[in-house]
């Protein structure tokens, strides 16, 4: 089992930066691959970024490439996931998610969810 805990959501203007956190136990973290995924009011849950177990290849959403960075810190067990110039249809709750063997795109492929980190940004 792989535990997932996600950290760093809140309030924003729009034009703003939030970083958000996901710190995982139970398993050696580095041997997965870690998924963002958000879903919005009435919206399926929807692909943000993923990022393979050394960071060797790292994938976006259209949506967010350019504004939002994925990364990992190995050592301490932690995703990251940098996000600037928000927009107010980023607004949505945020989970990240582990995989043993890569990092898909498509939620259905992961194994370990997060509980979720609000982001709400205001116009």
């Known amino acids: 089992q792989v535990q997932l805990v996600e950290s760093g959501g809140g309030l924003v203007q729009a034009g703003g930066s939030l970083r958000l956190s996901c710190t995982a136990s139970?398993?050696?973290?580095?041997?997965?691959?870690m998924g963002w995924f958000r879903r919005a009011p009435g919206k399926e849950r929807e692909f943000v970024a993923a990022?393979?177990?050394?960071?060797?290849?790292?994938y976006y959403a259209d949506s967010v490439k350019g504004r939002f960075t994925i990364s990992r810190d190995n050592a301490k067990n932690t995703v990251y996931l940098q996000m600037n110039s928000l927009k107010p249809e980023d607004t949505a709750v945020y989970y990240c998610?582990?995989?043993?063997?890569?990092?898909?795109?498509?939620?259905?492929?992961?194994?370990?969810w997060g509980q979720g980190t609000q982001v709400t940004v205001s116009s």
């Open positions: 990022i393979s177990w050394n960071g060797g290849r790292i």
């Open positions: 139970g398993r050696t973290f580095s041997n997965y691959a």
């Open positions: 998610a582990a995989d043993r063997t890569y990092a898909y795109t498509s939620p259905i492929e992961y194994d370990y």
